[in-house]
């Protein structure tokens, strides 16, 4: 299995990035899709989660209402419109996919077994 995420870099703050994470060597369309972060000297934070059909989607309170997220199943990706970027989103950005994750687990990393190398988001002020 491999979850390669880009569209990472350097924006100022206000704009925005799109980050996608390609799967690989997974049946991706049973597989509910997170992306979480880690900023520097902070431990893993969740940011938005898409259950595996797209049918619930789930944000961490930091992120609701600036990023969107979605998926293609046709393309075995999925993706993260962030807007309004802040200072404070600056943060690796990793990708994660799991099966079987319920309602209530799907802002853990523990529901999700498979993970990405991450993609490095800074936001300038």
């Known amino acids: 299995v491999q979850l390669q995420a880009y569209g990472g870099g350097l924006v100022q703050a206000g704009n925005s990035l799109r980050l996608s994470c390609a799967a690989s060597?997974?049946?991706?369309?049973?597989?509910?899709m997170a992306w979480f972060r880690q900023a520097p000297g902070k431990g893993r934070e969740f940011v938005a989660a898409?259950?595996?059909?797209?049918?619930?989607?789930a944000y961490g309170d930091s992120v609701k209402g600036r990023f969107a997220i979605s998926r293609d199943n046709t393309k075995n990706t999925v993706n993260l419109q962030m807007n309004s970027l802040k200072p404070e989103d600056t943060a690796v950005y990793y990708c994660a996919a799991g099966q079987g994750v319920i309602s209530s687990s799907m802002k853990r990393d523990q529901a999700y077994t498979y993970w990405g190398q991450g993609t490095l988001v800074t936001v300038s002020s």
């Open positions: 060597g997974l049946a991706f369309r049973s597989y509910s």
């Open positions: 898409i259950r595996r059909y797209g049918g619930e989607i």
